[in-house]
């Protein structure tokens, strides 16, 4: 099982980047596929999650309105597209996918995870 997220990169404050998750062999149906990052220093937390299984989304709140998590399930793929992007955005972003997940569910319950891509949101 294999997720490989990228789309991370420099950008300026009020700039955009949409970041993908591609996973295989496994479809999207049956998986939850959250979004984490974490910055240096800091813990990791959960930005955004969507799930086939409760047929739901979730994001953080301090991304609502700003993000927007989406899934093509011809390309199993999962894209987080990340509008006025702020300097405190700036981490490295990781994609998961939790097996029957609920868009609620905690960072542990995830089964696969993939690498991190890096975005840096410069002043």
């Known amino acids: 099982v294999q997720l490989q997220a990228s789309g991370g990169g420099l950008v300026q404050a009020g700039g955009s980047l949409r970041l993908s998750c591609t996973v295989s062999p496994f479809t999207l149906d049956f998986y939850a596929i959250g979004w984490f990052r974490q910055a240096p220093g800091k813990e990791r937390e959960g930005v955004s999650c969507i799930s086939k299984t409760d047929s739901a989304t979730h994001y953080l709140d301090s991304v609502k309105g700003r993000f927007l998590i989406s899934s093509d399930d011809a390309k199993n793929t999962v894209y987080l597209q990340m509008n006025s992007l702020k300097p405190e955005d700036t981490a490295t972003y990781y994609c998961?996918?939790?097996?029957?997940?609920?868009?609620?569910?905690?960072?542990?319950?995830?089964?696969?995870w993939g690498q991190g891509t890096l975005v840096t949101v410069s002043s």
């Open positions: 998961a996918a939790d097996y029957y997940g609920s868009v609620y569910a905690p960072a542990n319950d995830y089964d696969y």
